[in-house]
């Protein structure tokens, strides 16, 4: 049973640029939730996809949309990079019920230059 | 505003040396509080579910307990292995939905 799959896996990008990540999420799973890991902190929340819809968001600027596929699989585009946008980008899935845990990918790594 | 507040950001544990680390938290309506390991550069690895104050769960060296204010983990007999950041979320209600908020960890090492 795969786990939750994330792409790439490290990532360099330019000032001003725009970046795609992508997330497959664990079989069986409707619910993907995205979150930025700075260095030293706890993962930030930016957004949940249920029903190909966003349906929760965090304290993150519209530079940070998403969308989710029929398959369940999720992307998160960042517009306009920051060099505050260096950070891990973790997907985490789970189902949509509320006594539910989130199984976590292996992140991405985007570092902003 | 929900909140999470994780003790102490760094600990350091002979290999042996048993101890405990502490999540508080401040939210309305508690639907569950989770912990989980995070290695060096890798996702955060699920540890445990707690749902209601006096719940307890163990796995290996670990276990976990809840309170209507704070939760425990528990390391018994840490090995290096056992080095890793613990990281303490809790799921809320917000608005219709479940807001999950984590806490900034708790950085373990184990000397051999």
């Known amino acids: 049973d795969a786990g939750v799959t994330q792409s790439p896996t490290h990532l360099i990008k330019t000032r001003g640029q725009q970046v795609t990540l992508r997330c497959s999420p664990k079989?069986?799973?409707?619910?993907v939730s995205w979150y930025q890991q700075a260095l030293g902190q706890g993962p930030q929340f930016i957004f949940q996809y249920y029903e190909e819809e966003e349906r929760q968001r965090g304290n993150f600027p519209d530079r940070f949309s998403g969308h989710q596929y029929p398959n369940y699989s999720s992307e998160l585009n960042v517009n306009a990079l920051l060099l505050g946008d260096s950070a891990l980008y973790l997907c985490a899935s789970s189902l949509a019920s509320i006594r539910t845990e989130a199984f976590f990918g292996q992140g991405t790594r985007l570092t902003v230059v | 505003e929900d909140q999470v507040t994780q003790s102490p950001e760094a600990l350091r544990l002979q290999e042996g040396e048993s101890s405990s680390l502490n999540c508080s938290y401040t939210?309305?309506?508690?639907?569950?509080l989770f912990w989980y390991r995070q290695d060096p550069g890798k996702g955060p690895e699920f540890l445990f579910t707690?749902?209601?104050a006096g719940e307890e769960k163990e796995k290996e060296r670990l276990k976990a307990t809840l309170t209507k204010k704070e939760s425990f983990l528990h390391i018994t007999a840490p090995k290096p292995e056992d080095s890793a950041t613990y990281l303490c979320?809790?799921?809320?209600?917000?608005?219709?939905?479940?807001?999950?908020?984590f806490g900034i960890g708790t950085k373990l090492q184990v000397i051999p």
């Open positions: 979320a809790v799921q809320a209600d917000s608005g219709g939905y479940q807001k999950v908020t």
């Open positions: 707690l749902y209601s």
């Open positions: 939210v309305s309506g508690l639907r569950g």
């Open positions: 079989s069986g799973h409707d619910t």
